[in-house]
């Protein structure tokens, strides 16, 4: 029994070698909507605030909200999250997280094509249990069957490519503002959330943005997905 689990702990360390180079090598042929700033002039906290708050209200986001929290947010309890953000419940507060379809034809490399896209950010709440199976029928589906289910299999993208991707760092990624164009994937059970308004990522570890669901979608126009539990 040690033994089978000793091979299979590394056949999943290899195929995550394996993952991390492909993810690599198909970076170089992403298209970037966004020059990286030169190092030199890296944005300072109050310009990834401002950035994201230019972005916002240029796209009629109007009920929107910056918090800056502790360095130590992430060793808290979701309940004294939602106290400092003063967010309605614990299920308020969601993640941005990236997917990486690893199955894809080898013809899809980028985000080009939303509905068969390479990579996807997929919001979720905190207290919800994400479902990859259920995002792969989805997909399928979109897709008319045209594509096999075989060449959809969401996993989580490696954190250099999330990085390069988003131009956000883990805990930071925020859907908007991306380096990249990637398609979004919001739950449903957030747009079912009362009152409206959900906590996610701002840009920066130490930054939330609050924001009205409903403007959210009309700006983001993620798919609405049924895609975890609880």
Request: net charge negative; hydrophobic share 40%; glycine share 4%.
């Amino acid at each position: 029994m040690e033994a089978a689990l000793a091979a299979l702990a590394e056949l999943e360390r290899v195929q995550t070698q394996i993952l991390e180079r492909i993810s690599k090598l198909e970076l170089s042929h992403l298209p970037q909507n966004a020059e990286p700033l030169p190092s030199s002039s890296p944005l300072t906290n109050d310009d990834v605030e401002a950035r994201l708050s230019n972005i916002l209200r240029s796209n009629g986001v109007n009920d929107f909200f910056f918090k800056r929290v502790s360095s130590d947010y992430y060793d808290w309890s979701l309940e004294s999250r939602r106290d400092v953000l003063g967010a309605a419940s614990v299920h308020h507060l969601c993640k941005s997280i990236v997917l990486v379809n690893t199955q894809a034809p080898s013809n899809v490399i980028d985000c080009s094509d939303r509905n068969n896209s390479k990579y996807y950010v997929v919001v979720v709440q905190y207290t919800a249990r994400f479902n990859a199976e259920t995002v792969k029928n989805f997909l399928y589906a979109l897709n008319s069957g045209k594509i096999s289910k075989k060449k959809f299999n969401l996993r989580l993208t490696p954190e250099e490519t999330s990085i390069k991707l988003t131009g956000y760092e883990h805990n930071a990624v925020t859907c908007i503002g991306m380096q990249t164009d990637i398609p979004v994937i919001l739950d449903e059970a957030i747009v079912k959330l009362s009152p409206d308004f959900f906590w996610l990522g701002g840009g920066e570890v130490d930054l939330k943005l609050g924001i009205r669901t409903s403007e959210f979608i009309s700006f983001v126009k993620p798919f609405i997905v049924n895609c975890s539990g609880t």
